[in-house]
């Protein structure tokens, strides 16, 4: 028996994620645009399968093949007009190609400018706000690696090549910030119309550390808040007291 080998010959297609994969196999399924756009729908399960041209990464995203999966709405994440497309990298009988990216819309080849930009301003607002900002906070200075969006939230990682300052943001206002100087985290989503939300923050500095939190609750069969080789005293009673009379004891658990 001959055995042939498959074209090694690639080249880059524009391609519908028709379906994701599944545990045990990260494939994606794709429709080659324009060679699969008219396969009938008895072939549709023939469709490739291509894995990420990374090793280590996995996309996963909307697909053309409806499913129960839906957004906090109701309304469908799947479909044919709502499906991503992906660029993938094949030989000419698709039998033999990778997945490379998820890909960015098309709208115009003129001076219009791309719908699907990142909220620079808002982003920076949100930052300086929280006093974290940078002077080198510029657009020029920074690349996004991620800013996924739907309809149930999205995130922005990106990070400021100049000075190496990582953000990574939730739409709900959580985020993680790791400066030249300082590490701020914090959860919880910002107030509207001048409302304030409840949030926990840390900030840590070389010198200090920061925790605003609305309660602290701290479970460790051992605390140290100290090196004096002392302890905190401690009684049974709960309600306010003369000390005179009282007996109190060191709570050998923490130590200051």
Known sequence: MEFTKPDMDLHFHRA?????GKFGDD???VRILPQMADIPQSELENLPKFPCLFKNMVLNCRQEATSNEKYSSGNLV??????DYVCVLCNKDFTYGYVLCLENA?????????KDS????????YINNRGMGDSALDYDNLVVQAMPSTEDGGMVEFY????GNKYIINRSGSCIMILQD???????????????????????????IVIKTKLLDINSEKTILGHHGQYLLGTAVSTPF???????????????
């Open 16 to 20: 519908r994620v028709y379906k994701r």
């Open 27 to 29: 494939r994606l399924q």
């Open 78 to 83: 799947d479909g044919k007009d709502n499906a």
């Open 106 to 114: 098309f709208y115009d080849y003129m001076d219009t400018p791309h």
């Open 118 to 125: 990142w909220g620079f301003s808002y982003i920076k607002d």
């Open 160 to 163: 400021n090549w100049k000075n």
């Open 182 to 208: 300082k590490v701020y985290i914090r959860a919880g989503s910002p107030g509207k119309n001048g409302s304030k939300n409840p949030f926990s923050a840390i900030e840590m500095s070389g010198s200090k």
């Open 242 to 256: 003369a000390a005179e009379g009282r007996n109190f004891f060191p709570v050998k658990d923490i130590a200051v």
